[in-house]
């Protein structure tokens, strides 16, 4: 009986330390995934005021970038 419950147990080790070893590399990869992507995100200059804004939330208008709409339309 014990040796049953003991070799559940060892079963359920190595099922659970494969787990952990396939997942890992994966939580890895996407952490770096999202780094890339932190870097990708650049600050970038307002033509018009000068603010600084992220290349995700400019507004790009004839190849220059601009922090809202309001500035594109003024340039
Ligand atoms: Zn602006």
Known sequence: MLLK????I???A???FFF???STPLTKERHDNKKRKDDEETMIECA???T???TSEA???SGKFY?????????
């Open 67 to 75: 922090c809202s709409t309001e500035c594109r339309d003024k340039a």
């Open 48 to 50: 018009t005021c000068g």
């Open 10 to 12: 060892a079963v359920i």
């Open 14 to 16: 190595v099922i659970y």
């Open 5 to 8: 419950i003991l070799l559940i």
């Open 52 to 54: 600084y804004i992220s």
């Open 20 to 22: 952990i070893k396939k």
């Open 59 to 61: 507004i790009v208008s």
